[in-house]
């Protein structure tokens, strides 16, 4: 793949952690493909080097693409491409002894509002707050660390002319007690939701040394691709990896679509000084 100046320049980067930022159209997909070929190329492991992204497509993608071109250069060698979630999941997975959860299921969104749904029916509250929203609510709060109150005016301020924020906010016991209720059953029924697996991940990660050290050390290089999307948690993931890993970070700080879940532009403005 042809590269222009500026791109052949972060593909061949050799320190150990480079924020890239480009705007929309101007290859930073190709960008990471061809810093992951040259990566491999120059002797990197393929089974140490991670690729994440948001979407599991565009993950896949993304490997798919290097695997190609690697392919085009006389090597053959796989890639792994991962969405945050998926790679924790992954880790979750592969240490049993650690977490003791591979008799767990993990639910999907419309098992969740299913949940939240049946338990929200048997409850009163003075608004008809659907379950979707009290779901995002217990995101919010999870993936970027704030109190409830801030997340109900987050993730609710678009709802502002059919409910009462305010009115929500007197509330907030009843809301805490609700979003207990769902975690008293998911752990009942043996369920993880995506949430549950980025938290205990992170949390299990910063709490047991063994088990950081274990897995940091399986990775060398980590891509990340739309870097303006991460959010604090995730952005606590990768810190876990930075002191043995390198990372590579691509994203477009004037396109960040996932503010609604708490995506945390610091993740970009404040790299220098967090790496």
């Given at each position: 793949?042809?590269l222009?100046?500026?791109?052949?320049?972060?593909?061949?980067?050799?320190?150990?952690?480079?924020l890239?930022?480009?705007?929309?159209?101007?290859?930073?997909?190709?960008?990471?493909?061809?810093?992951?070929t040259?990566?491999?190329?120059?002797?990197?492991?393929?089974?140490?080097?991670?690729?994440i992204?948001?979407?599991?497509?565009?993950?896949?993608?993304i490997?798919?693409?290097?695997?190609?071109?690697?392919?085009?250069a006389?090597?053959?060698?796989?890639?792994?491409?991962?969405?945050?979630?998926?790679?924790?999941?992954?880790?979750?997975?592969?240490?049993?002894?650690?977490?003791n959860?591979?008799?767990?299921?993990?639910?999907?969104?419309?098992?969740?509002?299913?949940i939240?749904?049946?338990?929200?029916?048997?409850?009163?509250?003075?608004?008809?707050?659907?379950?979707?929203?009290?779901?995002a609510?217990?995101?919010?709060?999870?993936?970027?660390g704030?109190?409830?109150?801030?997340?109900?005016?987050?993730?609710?301020?678009?709802?502002?002319?059919?409910?009462?924020?305010?009115?929500?906010?007197?509330?907030?016991?009843?809301?805490?007690?609700?979003?207990?209720?769902?975690?008293?059953?998911?752990?009942?029924?043996?369920?993880?939701?995506?949430?549950?697996?980025?938290?205990?991940?992170?949390?299990?990660?910063?709490?047991?040394?063994?088990?950081?050290?274990?897995?940091?050390?399986?990775?060398?290089?980590?891509?990340?691709?739309?870097?303006?999307?991460?959010?604090?948690?995730?952005?606590?993931?990768?810190e876990?990896?930075?002191p043995?890993?390198?990372?590579?970070?691509?994203?477009?700080?004037?396109?960040?679509?996932?503010?609604f879940?708490?995506?945390?532009?610091?993740?970009?403005?404040?790299?220098?000084?967090?790496?």
């Open positions: 793949m042809k222009n100046k500026e791109q052949k320049k972060a593909v061949e980067f050799e320190g150990k952690h480079l890239l930022l480009a705007g929309a159209g101007t290859g930073k997909t190709a960008t990471i493909v061809s810093r992951a040259w990566l491999i190329s120059n002797g990197i492991d393929p089974m140490r080097l991670k690729i992204s948001f979407t599991k497509k565009s993950a896949n993608e490997a798919a693409r290097t695997a190609s071109q690697l392919m085009n006389g090597i053959k060698s796989p890639s792994q491409g991962a969405t945050f979630h998926g790679w924790c999941l992954e880790i979750i997975r592969s240490n049993p002894s650690f977490f959860m591979n008799n767990w299921t993990v639910i999907d969104t419309d098992d969740q509002e299913v939240m749904k049946h338990i929200l029916h048997n409850l009163s509250m003075s608004q008809d707050i659907k379950a979707s929203d009290m779901l609510i217990r995101s919010y709060e999870l993936n970027t704030c109190d409830i109150k801030e997340s109900i005016r987050k993730t609710l301020t678009r709802k502002s002319g059919q409910l009462n924020i305010e009115s929500l906010i007197d509330e907030t016991d009843k809301i805490k007690a609700i979003i207990k209720l769902y975690e008293d059953y998911k752990s009942t029924h043996q369920y993880l939701d995506y949430d549950d697996i980025l938290i205990i991940t992170v949390k299990s990660l910063t709490q047991n040394t063994e088990l950081r050290s274990r897995i940091t050390s399986l990775y060398d290089p980590i891509l990340v691709d739309e870097m303006q999307d991460t959010n604090p948690l995730q952005w606590k993931l990768l876990l990896f930075m043995t890993c390198h990372l590579f970070c691509v994203g477009d700080d004037a396109q960040s679509i996932y503010g879940r708490g995506a945390d532009f610091n993740s970009i403005h404040s790299f220098s000084k967090r790496v």
